[in-house]
């Protein structure tokens, strides 16, 4: 960058602040008698910042020395130099970064100094670091400090932390962001004392129609250790009105499978009562996926419940087709008939987002309903980018309410991108003369 761009302001005589526009460099001026390699800054001489923060470390230090911290890109420093030359200044000085910063303009930029600033500090002195994010003008910037002090501070701080942000005034920040924060602290406090953690979590109110994955995070890493009571405590959490899903007792039952795995495995598998019950073991099967494929498909066909078997099935093709479309569309198309539609169909959609062509090709060797199957989530991808194609294969369907389902679906969206174009396409096939009335008669999207 052209030197001549930075534009220094001077802090409290000790501080500059260089509007660089990637951002702060850190770093610290020494002015002595020895000082080598430095270079012009405006109109005062400073220190390369790796410099600076190297005789910082080396505890260089002299009698008729200047100290002054320069901010430059303070993003792109390395956090041991960044935390290095901060936690080498008195608290004072600090502050008055922390006030300077928060003069800097609301916007994505200046968060990003922010962060990375308190990050650092809150690796030494969170308490302080704390009360400075407190002081800032703007709730983004608070925000952003507070975020960056939870992730920087060591866990035997989260308790305090937590505890600090859920006791800040109500006009700190809104209601959903506070409990954002307070439940990113308590994530952090469960690590060392996930119990304690747990029941402080209980005593903040949710923020009306949302929810939170520290319970997850609070529960998962309480299981890990009591499997028992993390349970109970994540039923109860998940029993209330503003937890209609159930994070907290996926978040437990995760946590007991890395400690017990059968235990964990044959809890699930005999409690497949509710909706939720059914995405918990689709849960569970992909985390036995993750370990044990073969082991994960064995699971799932043993489950009792049909549509249980379906969800964790169709998970099941979905992590397979990640990295091979063909074999997880094979493994779905294999499936017994009860299961096989969802899973197939889900498998093929994903295959056909990602090559169509190969997609098709594998489709013309099937027949019967498994063919059926694949070519109605077929049809229905390729709607989105070719339409008359798709139509043309989902008029190969057998299964005669299948392939009027599959037609009307398309023809209708089409019609809400292009009426002429979809009109012209029902009229020079070979429907009937009366799913051509109907479908030229249907409104778009009706």
């Not at 703007?138 to 507070?146: N, V």
């Not at 932390?161 to 005034?169: E, H, M, N, T």
């Not at 998970?315 to 087709?321: E, F, L, N, Y």
Request: aromatic content about 6%; charged content about 20%.
């Amino acid at each position: 960058m052209d030197r001549a761009s930075i534009r220094p302001w001077l802090i409290g005589g000790s501080l500059f602040v260089a509007g660089l526009a990637l951002g702060l460099v850190l770093g610290r001026n020494i002015s002595s008698p020895g000082a080598q390699h430095s270079r012009v800054v405006g109109s005062q001489t400073s220190t390369s910042s790796a410099e600076t923060v190297q005789a910082r470390a080396a505890g260089t230090h002299d009698s008729e020395s200047r100290t002054k911290i320069v901010l430059g890109n303070i993003t792109t420093i390395p956090f041991q130099e960044l935390y290095s030359v901060l936690s080498s200044r008195p608290p004072s000085e600090l502050i008055a970064l922390a006030r300077q910063l928060g003069e800097l303009p609301a916007n994505r930029e200046s968060s990003e100094k922010i962060s990375t600033f308190f990050k650092a500090w809150a690796h030494f002195g969170p308490k302080a670091a704390l009360d400075a994010a407190g002081t800032l003008k703007a709730s983004t910037q608070r925000e952003s400090a507070l975020g960056a002090i939870i992730e920087g501070a060591d866990t035997a701080a989260a308790a305090s932390i937590a505890k600090s942000i859920s006791a800040l005034p109500a006009d700190s920040f809104t209601p959903h962001t506070q409990r954002l924060l307070v439940g990113k602290a308590a994530e952090k406090w469960s690590q060392t004392d996930p119990a304690a953690a747990a029941a402080f979590i209980d005593t903040i109110p949710n923020s009306p129609g949302s929810f939170f994955g520290d319970v997850h995070t609070i529960a998962q890493n309480w299981a890990a250790s009591d499997p028992a009571s993390a349970l109970a405590w994540a039923q109860r959490h998940d029993g209330s009105d503003a937890a209609p899903i159930h994070l907290a007792v996926s978040g437990a039952i995760g946590g007991w499978w890395q400690k017990d795995p059968r235990a964990a495995e044959e809890y699930v598998a005999s409690h497949l009562n509710t909706l939720a019950d059914r995405q918990l073991a689709a849960t569970v099967a992909s985390q036995i996926f993750n370990a044990d494929p073969q082991r994960a498909m064995q699971w799932v066909s043993q489950l009792p419940d049909l549509e249980a078997r379906r969800q964790a099935d169709t998970i099941i093709a979905h992590q397979i087709g990640w990295t091979d479309p063909k074999g997880a569309a094979e493994w779905a198309a294999g499936l017994p008939d009860d299961v096989r539609s969802i899973t197939l169909e889900s498998a093929v959609s994903l295959w056909a987002q990602g090559n169509a062509a190969a997609a098709s090709e594998w489709i013309g060797t099937l027949s019967g309903p498994t063919r059926d199957q694949a070519t109605k989530a077929y049809s229905n991808v390729v709607a989105n980018s070719d339409p008359a194609n798709a139509l043309n294969w989902a008029t190969s369907i057998s299964d005669p309410r299948m392939r009027d389902s599959s037609i009307n679906g398309i023809v209708r969206k089409w019609m809400e991108r292009d009426p002429a174009g979809a009109s012209a396409w029902v009229q020079a096939s070979t429907l009937s003369a009366d799913q051509k009335q109907r479908l030229l008669a249907t409104p778009p999207g009706g």
